[in-house]
């Protein structure tokens, strides 16, 4: 097999962050001896993580066995999701914030037609819908864990305790027509294609507001496992909140 160098589009911060995360972990379970030092346990994570690399890449280029690199990318996930903020505990951030902006996504996974709980009518393909939480600015700020695809996005909003929780602080937010009939501090645009006088410049200042939110999205879509889904559903959060402490990690 050929082998070439290549590169990740993270700062040298994010790799030492991870590495130091690993390093405690492997002191608190008392690791005499791995075929990986840690700094290249974290740098194989990253480029999974990041990149995208499958397991038989990475076994190549780092010159272990495929079961080594699933092990190796799992330990670094779960040490990871260990790290990302509850909805409670991020709320205290975004409390600071003049108003944020909720929206929903599907994760596409790769499911056969049979797992009827995982295909979303709107998308019309199987995945895993996650909402998220971002600042005026379009900046992540959180994700919510992972539910199936069928779910509606203010169905989840509600389930993960969203909408309760923007209500309690007093805070503002901006979401699309998904989100109608949310209540509490939810602002949403009115429905209909032929919308007239006040309404219609409402619509569109609306619009404006809301648009910088799909930064937050592109921004959970740069990592790529995240743009076609292969591990189980039942993984699928832990990678969400993996990312979403590497994405803060690095800023």
């Not at 600042?135 to 919510?144: E, I, K, T």
């Not at 959970?220 to 496992?225: A, E, F, N, S, Y």
Request: one cysteine or more; hydrophobic letters at 45%; a positive charge.
């Amino acid at each position: 097999m050929l082998v070439y160098s290549s590169s990740i589009d993270l700062s040298s911060r994010t790799l030492r962050f991870l590495t130091g995360q690993l390093a405690a972990r492997r002191a608190k379970i008392g690791t005499r001896w791995r075929r990986l030092a840690v700094g290249r346990q974290a740098l194989l994570a990253l480029a999974h993580l990041r990149c995208g690399d499958t397991y038989a890449q990475l076994a190549a280029g780092f010159d272990i066995g495929i079961a080594t690199v699933y092990r190796y990318i799992r330990e670094a996930v779960e040490a990871l999701a260990a790290l990302a903020p509850s909805l409670a505990e991020a709320m205290r951030t975004i409390r600071e914030k003049a108003f944020v902006l909720l929206d929903g996504t599907l994760l596409p996974i790769d499911r056969i037609a049979a797992d009827s709980p995982y295909y979303s009518g709107k998308h019309k393909r199987h995945g895993m819908n996650i909402q998220v939480l971002a600042d005026p600015f379009g900046r992540l700020l959180w994700a919510s864990p992972a539910l199936p695809g069928s779910a509606h996005d203010l169905t989840a909003a509600r389930h993960h305790g969203i909408i309760d929780a923007l209500t309690e602080a007093g805070l503002k937010c901006w979401a699309d027509k998904a989100y109608q009939g949310a209540g509490g501090p939810v602002r949403v645009p009115f429905r209909g294609r032929r919308l007239k006088g006040w309404k219609r410049r409402h619509d569109t200042s609306h619009a404006k507001i809301r648009c910088v939110g799909e930064r937050a999205m592109a921004t959970l879509k740069d990592w790529r496992p995240l743009r076609k889904l292969r591990c189980s559903t039942n993984g699928i959060t832990d990678m969400v909140k993996a990312v979403l402490v590497l994405h803060h990690a690095s800023t």
